[in-house]
């Protein structure tokens, strides 16, 4: 079967932890989208891993790991990672997808460019290159990994670069420009260095499904980073929805039968964009900062804080449905223990208005949040493994969140570990 893993919330819900957990069940792994611009962590008996591209199923020795068609390829840190991977003494199996595209040098450099040249409108970028790719790709000026071993085209496509590049180097931001023999240099390293993996991904995971493979789609932050269904314009470049799971690894749609998908028992996000529910005072923002996570609510890829808040219904019940979840994870619930009262935001308020309904960027900004207070269980509940087990007050914070979302609730993560996680008979 086909099951794809994907955020509900900005990202940063926890899902390295459950892609670990799953990818021990499947066949195949496969990063279908983004790029090194976000992290996932990963705690288990060979270490303490923040992955960027690698796919959490490098941890096993009997997975596949895949680099769909719809990453945004730095082979750089894709190599340098994997060095990572095999000093904890693993050795994964990698293939790249011949059609993924390269994240060049100048992405990075343009998306620093452009962050400086906003100033205070900036996006919050992770200035990893993203959305110069993503604009390069869909403006027919990407490189593939395929292309890499066509001298000609290649030569042909660096000399076109090189011409729209530089005008905008000098015009816009007054910088140097490319050089067109060095960026051909570069990609005859990238060349010699990413031969070893690259495979034609689309055949080999149609013949998978033949044959009855597990697969797993792993998918990078989550929906309210989605360019059409997020908090537009401070989103992500790429599709986060399982949706383009189909598209960025090159699979049937109808082959996807599971979707899980990962909420965190409060909010957090990196960078700008609206969020409803943000924690405001920042004593204590910070209090529920340092209680979040394994290591805090600290960015994997950026080490920037997070921001925090309470858990969120109405924006976590549109990101499972934009999703199509046939299950939710809920994570980080020990990370509450601390809080004898706990808030959760049931609805938005806005022009004297109570709404249920997740609305766009515009009317966003005008929204307060309507809180209902729930009591805590102010008890440690790592450790515990039997849902019954848990606190009646812990218990009716899960059960209301899954009321509120109209999606089941099949297990709940009560510890950063891989066997942290307590799971519910729905």
């Given amino acids: 079967m086909v099951r794809a893993i994907v955020g509900a919330n900005w990202g940063d819900e926890g899902k390295g932890k459950i892609t670990d957990m799953f990818a021990g069940q499947s066949d195949i792994v496969i990063r279908f989208q ?11 008996e060979h270490g303490r891993f923040a992955f960027h591209l690698m796919p959490s199923g490098v941890c096993y020795d009997h997975t596949t790991c895949i680099i769909g068609n719809g990453v945004a390829l730095d082979i750089n840190k894709f190599l340098n990672e994997l060095e990572d991977v095999k000093k904890a003494g693993l050795n994964p199996n990698l293939l790249v997808s011949e059609r993924a595209q390269i994240l060049m040098p100048y992405h990075i450099l343009l998306d620093e460019y452009e962050e400086e040249r906003l100033g205070k409108n900036a996006f919050g970028s992770t200035k990893s290159g993203i959305a110069p790719f993503f604009s390069d790709k869909y403006a027919k000026i990407g490189i593939q990994v395929n292309e890499l071993f066509d001298d000609e085209t290649l030569k042909a496509k660096i000399k076109n670069i090189c011409t729209l590049k530089n005008l905008t180097l000098k015009y816009v931001y007054n910088k140097p420009l490319l050089d067109k023999d060095e960026l051909y240099n570069t990609c005859v390293d990238y060349r010699e260095k990413i031969a070893p993996y690259v495979c034609d991904t689309h055949t080999y995971l149609m013949n998978a499904i033949k044959e009855g493979k597990n697969i797993l789609l792993e998918g990078q932050l989550g929906t309210l980073k989605d360019p059409d269904f997020g908090i537009y314009p401070m989103v992500t470049s790429s599709s986060t929805l399982a949706g383009y799971g189909a598209v960025g690894a090159g699979i049937p749609p109808h082959a996807i039968e599971d979707i899980v998908v990962v909420t965190k028992a409060y909010s957090s996000a990196v960078g700008a964009g609206e969020f409803v529910s943000e924690i405001l005072d920042e004593a204590e923002a910070q209090e529920l900062r340092i209680h979040g996570g394994d290591k805090g609510e600290f960015g994997a890829t950026t080490g920037r804080p997070r921001r925090v808040g309470w858990f969120d219904c109405v924006a976590t019940r549109y990101g499972v449905a934009c999703q199509g979840a046939t299950q939710v994870v ?36 005008k929204c ?3 809180l209902k207070t729930m009591k805590g269980w102010h008890c440690d509940i790592r450790g515990i493994r039997n849902y019954d087990e848990l606190p009646q007050e812990t218990k009716d914070y899960v059960e209301f969140i899954e009321s509120e979302l109209g999606y089941p609730i099949t297990m709940v993560s009560n510890g950063p570990e891989r066997e942290a996680i307590i799971y519910r008979n729905k």
């Fill in 330 to 365: 809920m994570t980080a619930l020990d990370c509450l223990s601390y809080l004898e009262e706990i808030k959760i935001c049931t609805g938005y308020e806005v022009d004297g208005e109570i709404i249920k309904d997740f609305p766009t960027t515009p009317i966003l900004k």
């Fill in 34 to 44: 983004g790029g090194a611009n976000a992290g996932h962590t990963i705690i288990n």
């Fill in 368 to 370: 307060k949040p309507v």
